[in-house]
């Protein structure tokens, strides 16, 4: 009897009609589904916060949020006769991550090569030599990690950056955790003015909401973003110079100018065929890959050479021309790829339920967008940027160009907040651990606030 009355109850729960119809969605915000869907996506979030603690990838639990809220998603439409707006839908999100899958891949695939001939590695021992004072140090590798991110990323640039400051500055705790936080701001506000800086930014210019061009807009309000925490944070570096041993060592192998080119190359097509073609940038990044393919088949046919003139084995590690581009597409952020792809998934489900568009008409139509777009910088801080700008660009909310560059800023340098608000500040928690920590750059946000309102101020000020 008790299996009887359960099976009738979980019958007519699974056969709720809760949803209001549409021409082609389900409102299904006050339905079970919803509310799944919501707890599924918050427990796969949780996951991705620990996963310093766990030791869990964060991509894994996001692909399983994703695939579970979808098939939700598919049964719920399926009973309503509407499976092929699942469809529609489904392969909707999936173009929005493959173009930004094989942009990011492409200029992983870039950076993997600049790292392996040693075109970084150089720009440090450059900077080791220099002989810099404390706090020249601090200025030089924050200015480098403003005017680098826009084209390297912020993540790669305050890594490199990061390597610097604790090759020169060994022993030296108190001063590697204050130009860690120093470089973490510089590339998070230098990513904020170009479509290449931040994973945002790039959303954002491949929805077309904004021109190449708009970002240079946001170019003050970012860079005073970084100078008023820097010209405070200054003050906390002793004085004096690192101990560092000179090396006159060259480390950049054969062909790193010219990999450096090709990248510039590569962004310049991008730009230029989505500017006067209308193509979408992915298809620039493409073409520009195939830049880097004939180069590596040409370092190839140069190493053959070397290897018959040396006798030396193939592959060897003396081989200043041993170059493979599939091993550098290989060592691509796979995990973080995947990641983008379960965020991706899972909000633009949210947002067909309809939790998208009740959170724009609260944010925007009772806040106004101003105040909702510095709420979006707050909250990149604590939930990471990615998935609160994909939200945004879902609810396309109506507003004016300008505030659709302010959202793009706050979203950008929001996360410098904490440590934990953007990839830069995480990657370097790892790098530099133990002296660059949580708290050790929580003691420099109220600093950083301060460079967040001042370049919110910056913005409305200048471009309206």
């Given at each position: 009897?008790?299996?009887?009355?359960?099976?009738?109850?979980?019958?007519?729960?699974?056969?709720?009609?809760?949803?209001?119809?549409?021409?082609?969605?389900?409102?299904?915000?006050?339905?079970?589904?919803?509310?799944?869907?919501?707890?599924?996506?918050?427990?796969?979030?949780?996951?991705?916060?620990?996963?310093?603690?766990?030791?869990?990838?964060?991509?894994?639990?996001?692909?399983i949020a994703a695939g579970l809220i979808w098939i939700l998603l598919a049964y719920v439409y399926k009973n309503a006769d509407k499976s092929e707006h699942i469809e529609d839908a489904i392969r909707h999100n999936f173009l929005e991550y493959t173009e930004l899958f094989f942009f990011l891949l492409v200029a992983m695939t870039y950076i993997n090569a600049m790292l392996e001939r040693g075109v970084f590695a150089q720009l440090r021992n450059w900077l080791i030599n220099k002989g810099y004072s404390y706090r020249s140090l601090f200025w030089v590798t924050g200015i480098l990690s403003f005017f680098i991110s826009p084209i390297a990323d912020n993540l790669t640039t305050a890594l490199i950056m990061c390597a610097v400051v604790m090759a020169v500055g060994e022993g030296h705790s108190k001063f590697i955790g204050?130009?860690?936080?120093?470089?973490?701001?510089?590339?998070?506000a230098g990513g904020a003015f170009s479509p290449f800086g931040d994973i945002t930014t790039l959303m954002v210019w491949q929805k077309g909401v904004i021109a190449f061009t708009g970002f240079f807009?946001?170019?003050?309000?970012?860079?005073?973003?970084?100078?008023?925490?820097?010209?405070?944070?200054?003050?906390?570096?002793a004085k004096g110079c690192p101990m560092s041993s000179v090396?006159?060592?060259?480390?950049?192998?054969?062909?790193?100018?010219?990999?450096v080119l090709l990248f510039l190359l590569t962004i310049l097509t991008a730009i230029c065929l989505h500017s006067y073609l209308h193509i979408p940038p992915v298809f620039g990044m493409m073409l520009g890959l195939g830049y880097l393919k004939l180069y590596s088949f040409y370092l190839i046919r140069k190493s053959n050479?070397?290897?018959?003139?040396?006798?030396?084995?193939?592959?060897?590690?003396?081989?200043?021309?041993?170059?493979?581009?599939?091993?550098?597409?290989?060592?691509?952020?796979?995990?973080?790829?995947?990641?983008?792809?379960?965020?991706?998934?899972?909000?633009?489900?949210?947002?067909?339920?309809?939790?998208?568009?009740?959170?724009?008409?609260?944010?925007?139509?009772?806040?106004?967008?101003?105040?909702?777009?510095?709420?979006?910088?707050?909250?990149?801080?604590?939930?990471?940027?990615?998935?609160?700008?994909?939200a945004v660009l879902t609810m396309a909310p109506d507003m004016s160009y300008s505030q659709w560059q302010l959202v793009t800023l706050t979203a950008g340098v929001g996360g410098s907040l904490l440590s934990i608000g953007s990839a830069a500040g995480v990657a370097l928690m790892g790098q530099a651990r133990g002296q660059y920590t949580f708290y050790s750059h929580l003691k420099w946000t109220p600093v950083i606030a301060l460079g967040y309102g001042a370049s919110i101020y910056c913005h409305l000020l200048i471009n309206g």
């Amino acid at each position: 009897m008790l299996m009887k009355y359960l099976s009738l109850v979980l019958m007519l729960f699974f056969s709720w009609p809760l949803f209001a119809q549409t021409h082609e969605t389900l409102d299904l915000t006050q339905s079970w589904v919803g509310y799944t869907a919501l707890g599924i996506f918050t427990c796969a979030y949780v996951f991705v916060i620990l996963e310093e603690k766990l030791g869990l990838r964060k991509s894994k639990p996001v692909l399983i949020a994703a695939g579970l809220i979808w098939i939700l998603l598919a049964y719920v439409y399926k009973n309503a006769d509407k499976s092929e707006h699942i469809e529609d839908a489904i392969r909707h999100n999936f173009l929005e991550y493959t173009e930004l899958f094989f942009f990011l891949l492409v200029a992983m695939t870039y950076i993997n090569a600049m790292l392996e001939r040693g075109v970084f590695a150089q720009l440090r021992n450059w900077l080791i030599n220099k002989g810099y004072s404390y706090r020249s140090l601090f200025w030089v590798t924050g200015i480098l990690s403003f005017f680098i991110s826009p084209i390297a990323d912020n993540l790669t640039t305050a890594l490199i950056m990061c390597a610097v400051v604790m090759a020169v500055g060994e022993g030296h705790s108190k001063f590697i955790g204050v130009a860690c936080v120093n470089i973490v701001v510089a590339a998070n506000a230098g990513g904020a003015f170009s479509p290449f800086g931040d994973i945002t930014t790039l959303m954002v210019w491949q929805k077309g909401v904004i021109a190449f061009t708009g970002f240079f807009d946001l170019f003050i309000p970012s860079l005073v973003n970084y100078l008023v925490p820097a010209f405070i944070m200054q003050f906390a570096i002793a004085k004096g110079c690192p101990m560092s041993s000179v090396t006159s060592e060259k480390v950049m192998k054969f062909g790193g100018s010219t990999t450096v080119l090709l990248f510039l190359l590569t962004i310049l097509t991008a730009i230029c065929l989505h500017s006067y073609l209308h193509i979408p940038p992915v298809f620039g990044m493409m073409l520009g890959l195939g830049y880097l393919k004939l180069y590596s088949f040409y370092l190839i046919r140069k190493s053959n050479q070397w290897t018959l003139q040396t006798e030396n084995p193939p592959g060897s590690e003396d081989d200043p021309y041993n170059f493979d581009v599939f091993d550098k597409i290989a060592q691509s952020e796979w995990d973080t790829l995947f990641f983008f792809y379960g965020i991706i998934l899972a909000v633009g489900g949210l947002g067909l339920i309809g939790y998208l568009s009740l959170t724009s008409t609260f944010l925007y139509g009772e806040l106004g967008a101003t105040q909702a777009n510095i709420l979006v910088g707050i909250l990149s801080a604590i939930v990471d940027n990615i998935p609160v700008m994909f939200a945004v660009l879902t609810m396309a909310p109506d507003m004016s160009y300008s505030q659709w560059q302010l959202v793009t800023l706050t979203a950008g340098v929001g996360g410098s907040l904490l440590s934990i608000g953007s990839a830069a500040g995480v990657a370097l928690m790892g790098q530099a651990r133990g002296q660059y920590t949580f708290y050790s750059h929580l003691k420099w946000t109220p600093v950083i606030a301060l460079g967040y309102g001042a370049s919110i101020y910056c913005h409305l000020l200048i471009n309206g």
